[in-house]
């Protein structure tokens, strides 16, 4: 039959809608992502740039996560603002090193099984009175493949942080991903936000290492 119309499926303007918000003003985005991803992402042709090595991801990791951020950082470098090896255990020295940066942030750590997982936050880690961040933010595990856990929509705690403890995704009192003050013990539960699971091997984990990559 001639004269057949063909449908085209136009990529999503969600991703690219979420992108241009940025800051504590402008919360949320107006269309959650599906969650959780685990299956592989289009191939990069371009891998991103560190300025150094991680002493947390190893080069498929970094591959694979590079796959799932958002298309404004992609080609960026990836700039190690901390490390605990190298700033010690403190998340009062997290936010200081995070000063007078504003673009996304990587927040990857291993704990004491050895398992890798993390966050990525639409906006620099700082110290806040409410939770802030965009739809752009996710949680994310190696076990050992990598699940990517996108926001739902059901809420918009993204991150929040205080003096004693860094928090990502909530619901009824549990945190997808919280870190205490000396960035030694932290805790993982599923939350509504990014419908996670827990990101560790248990519930309550001991970190060994962490690091604040920011990509802009």
Same mark, same amino acid.
């Given at each position: 039959?001639?004269?057949?119309?063909?449908?085209?499926?136009?990529?999503?303007?969600?991703?690219?809608?979420? +992108?241009?918000?940025?800051?504590?003003?402008?919360?949320?985005?107006?269309?959650?992502?599906?969650?959780?991803? +685990?299956?592989?992402?289009?191939?990069?042709?371009?891998?991103?740039?560190?300025?150094?090595?991680?002493?947390?991801?190893?080069?498929?990791?970094?591959?694979?996560?590079?796959?799932?951020?958002?298309?404004?950082?992609?080609?960026?470098?990836?700039?190690?603002?901390?490390?605990?090896?190298?700033?010690?255990?403190?998340?009062?020295?997290?936010?200081?090193?995070?000063?007078?940066?504003?673009?996304?942030?990587?927040?990857?750590?291993?704990?004491?099984?050895?398992?890798?997982?993390?966050?990525?936050?639409?906006?620099?880690?700082?110290?806040?009175?409410?939770?802030?961040?965009?739809?752009?933010?996710?949680?994310?595990?190696?076990?050992?493949?990598?699940?990517?856990?996108?926001?739902?929509?059901?809420?918009?705690?993204?991150?929040?942080?205080?003096?004693?403890?860094?928090?990502?995704?909530? +619901?009824?009192?549990?945190?997808?991903?919280?870190?205490?003050?000396? $960035?030694?013990?932290?805790?993982?539960?599923?939350?509504?936000?990014?419908?996670?699971?827990?990101?560790?091997?248990?519930?309550?984990?001991?970190?060994?290492? $962490?690091?604040?990559?920011?990509?802009?």
């Amino acid at each position: 039959m001639k004269g057949r119309w063909r449908y085209t499926r136009l990529p999503s303007q969600v991703e690219d809608a979420l +992108s241009a918000e940025e800051g504590e003003e402008e919360e949320g985005g107006t269309a959650p992502a599906a969650a959780p991803v +685990s299956a592989p992402a289009p191939e990069d042709p371009v891998g991103p740039q560190l300025a150094e090595a991680s002493q947390v991801l190893g080069a498929s990791e970094i591959k694979q996560l590079s796959l799932h951020l958002p298309p404004r950082v992609t080609g960026h470098p990836w700039s190690l603002a901390f490390c605990t090896s190298r700033d010690g255990f403190s998340l009062r020295s997290l936010y200081r090193q995070m000063e007078g940066h504003s673009g996304p942030v990587l927040l990857v750590l291993r704990d004491q099984d050895g398992q890798m997982f993390g966050a990525f936050s639409s906006s620099a880690i700082r110290l806040s009175k409410g939770f802030y961040g965009t739809g752009e933010t996710f949680l994310f595990s190696f076990s050992p493949q990598l699940k990517v856990f996108k926001w739902t929509g059901s809420n918009s705690f993204f991150v929040k942080g205080d003096l004693d403890s860094l928090m990502m995704g909530s +619901s009824s009192g549990q945190f997808g991903l919280w870190l205490d003050g000396d $960035l030694y013990h932290g805790g993982s539960h599923p939350c509504a936000t990014f419908n996670n699971e827990v990101l560790a091997r248990q519930e309550q984990f001991c970190i060994k290492e $962490l690091e604040a990559w920011v990509l802009s």
